[in-house]
């Protein structure tokens, strides 16, 4: 005798993802990540010549970078936090679920990128531009997150673009002991250490920005319960 299981049978969390699976073509902006795959596959369509440098082949993986970077910020754009209603998923449910979303659409991206470009650059530059783009991503992503926790802005993508765009300038105009974006060799190290920083800072705000926010409240709660007269 087959018994169905219904999905509330099967646990809340169970639930919620699938509900978010169901509506995540209305939930998620994803004309911004379209438009980037566009363009970086344009990009990657260039005829390239055979004799082409190495040094356009890394700036043009950071351009590739900076654009998936604009394209994922627009992931946690979230109308329906505005909504004063019951919702069947948590705010943190649907953050968590964009930024899977938003992993699943630009690390394939990246990766295809790299396979294009891996006949003109060499091994160890395909790892430093990998590292740039996740430092850039996590950073685009912990700005929208800050903006949305934060500031109470259900739709950060406008600002967290503006963001990238005056950030990636700044990192872009450092001078030679601070440069981020260098080609030298003796400066990959110290430039790949601030890249690597940026990315933990950038993960720290991510996990920070993705807990319950009643979660401290209901522990302070119940530390008063417990201890009260």
Do not use: C
Not at 144 to 169: C, D
């Amino acid at each position: 005798m087959n018994v169905s299981i219904s999905p509330a049978s099967r646990g809340p969390r169970f639930a919620q993802f699938l509900q978010l699976a169901r509506m995540s073509g209305r939930l998620t902006r994803w004309q911004p990540a379209a438009g980037a795959t566009v363009i970086v596959a344009l990009l990657l369509a260039w005829p390239w010549d055979a004799d082409a440098s190495w040094k356009l082949g890394v700036w043009s993986l950071r351009a590739i970078a900076v654009l998936l970077t604009l394209g994922g910020g627009f992931a946690l754009d979230d109308a329906a936090a505005e909504i004063v209603a019951s919702s069947p998923t948590t705010l943190r449910a649907r953050m968590l679920f964009r930024l899977g979303l938003s992993l699943a659409w630009a690390v394939p991206v990246w990766g295809v990128s790299l396979l294009v470009m891996a006949p003109w650059i060499a091994p160890v530059w395909l790892l430093w531009s990998s590292l740039e783009f996740a430092a850039l991503f996590a950073a685009g992503l912990s700005v929208a997150a800050l903006m949305a926790r934060w500031y109470g802005q259900s739709e950060p993508g406008t600002v967290t673009s503006t963001a990238v765009v005056g950030g990636w300038l700044v990192i872009f105009a450092l001078p030679g002991p601070l440069a981020m974006f260098t080609l030298r060799p003796q400066d990959l190290g110290p430039a790949h250490v601030r890249w690597g920083l940026l990315l933990g800072l950038g993960a720290v705000v991510l996990w920070a920005t993705s807990r319950d926010p009643s979660h401290g409240r209901r522990r302070r709660g119940l530390i008063t319960t417990r201890y009260a007269p």
